[in-house]
């Protein structure tokens, strides 16, 4: 079955320092792949996705992953950490057949310190 | 358009009461679910409906119960509640062939 294992479940960045979030998954076939972020007490809004196309995806509030086959990682980064972005993260995956479950990550916390 | 509402926002169950947790989408998606959000332990899916009329287990069903009657609506019943039900229940929905999910703003419940 399936797994998302997110490495490290609190990350400690300065703002404008890069941030860097690990995802691994362990399909054999690449799934499609997802980050979530949650802002506290609310739900959860989807950041970016890897369906195939491009390797290097880009998405909302300047993120961006790159999905390497190879090391079976999708890591999410941001080139300068804002205060804002301080969330929780989730690294999701859904096998590319006609299941439309997500299997999530543990969930990674940033914390931006000014 | 109000996207996926639930209700209630926060619930205080008594160990053996049973409740209804409530979740709507006004999108006309086919695909609806229901998370459990426990900490460290990220999201687990708990059932999932493919359409009106159509539910299946997820990871984690036991002690919960789905029905699907209108595209719409996707209830969540805990039929006899256990403090190990205490988590923040999220509901998601899709289009069949969109890899999106779009999640509501969560209920969270304790139960003592």
């Known amino acids: 079955a399936q797994s998302v294992t997110q490495l490290g479940s609190h990350v400690s960045v300065s703002e404008g320092a890069l941030v860097l979030l690990r995802c691994n998954y362990s399909s054999s076939v690449p799934p499609y792949l997802f980050w979530y972020v949650q802002y506290p007490n609310q739900g959860l809004q989807l950041l970016l996705k890897?369906?195939?196309?491009?390797?290097l995806v880009k998405g909302i509030n300047g993120f961006e992953a790159e999905f390497k086959k190879s090391e079976t990682s999708f890591h999410l980064t941001k080139p300068s950490a804002h205060m804002s972005d301080a969330a929780e993260y989730f690294c999701?995956?859904?096998?590319?057949?006609?299941?439309?479950?997500?299997?999530f990550g543990s969930g990674t916390r940033l914390l931006v310190r000014p | 358009n109000a996207g996926v509402t639930q209700t209630p926002k926060f619930q205080v169950l008594k160990t053996g009461q049973s409740m209804t947790l409530q979740c709507a989408q006004d999108?006309?998606?086919?695909?609806m679910s229901w998370y459990r959000q426990d900490p460290g332990m990220g999201l687990r899916l708990i059932h999932y409906s493919v359409g009106a009329g159509i539910t299946d287990q997820g990871e984690v069903p036991n002690g919960y119960n789905v029905s699907r009657s209108t595209t719409e609506d996707f209830p969540l019943r805990l039929l006899s509640a256990a403090p190990s039900q205490t988590s923040v229940y999220f509901c998601a929905s899709s289009y069949q062939q969109s890899y999106e999910q779009y999640f509501g703003p969560g209920t969270r419940l304790t139960v003592t």
């Open positions: 890897y369906t195939s196309a491009a390797t």
């Open positions: 999701a995956a859904r096998e590319v057949d006609s299941s439309y479950k997500l299997i």
């Open positions: 999108m006309n998606h086919e695909y």
